[in-house]
């Protein structure tokens, strides 16, 4: 278990704390029709941090070419469709470019920020020539607007228990997702960013924004800074 990260519930934890069980019932929400309108018809996509498919399923469906990456071999073993790699994102280097590179679920966010940015030099290392990377950020309040909840249509709950400070400009945050018959819970560390802040960890890695693609914020489209 990678340190601060932990979780419960039944079925496989990974090592960052997510559980194998929970996100295979997790439908897919907004995420595939925001990358499908941000990358060109068709596009070779490289789905960083699949998990079990959740976005990747989507996107085969459209007609896109999904290498999908995880370090998590439970994980991966529920993906259908995509060329699949079981690897650390941080260290990947596949020796091909793509015309998309996703990194979503907050990855940028890394609360170690050598992580960060070797999560960012991955996404440029296999961006082809005028490709795109889009990524999911926070929103502007995701923690300080806690405890909050949202109950899903396909009946489940997810809240945000808590998100506190543990150092260096680090949360540490619980949530909690309630099912009928089960529950899980993840604790992990995150770093918040500035929209400021965001942007200069961008410039580091030699990007910058092209589009905020949400009103909040939430999505971006980057591209090389050249």
Known sequence: MRTGHRGTGPG???PDGCAVELYARLP?????DVVAAAVPQGARIL????GVGRVTRPL???GFAVTAVDESPEMLARVRGARTICAPIEELDLGETFD???LASFLVHAGDPEVRRALLRTCVRHLAPGGRVLIQREGADWHTNVPRERVDPSGYTVRIVSAEPVGDGVNSVHAEYVFPDATWTHTFLT???TKEQFEGA????GLRVDEYLTEDGVWVRAVRAE
């Open 191 to 193: 770093r918040p960013l």
């Open 12 to 14: 496989a934890i990974t």
């Open 60 to 62: 085969l469906e459209r």
């Open 28 to 32: 897919a929400r907004e995420e595939p």
């Open 202 to 205: 961008l410039a580091e890695a």
């Open 47 to 50: 789905e960083l941090g699949c």
């Open 100 to 102: 998309a590179v996703l």
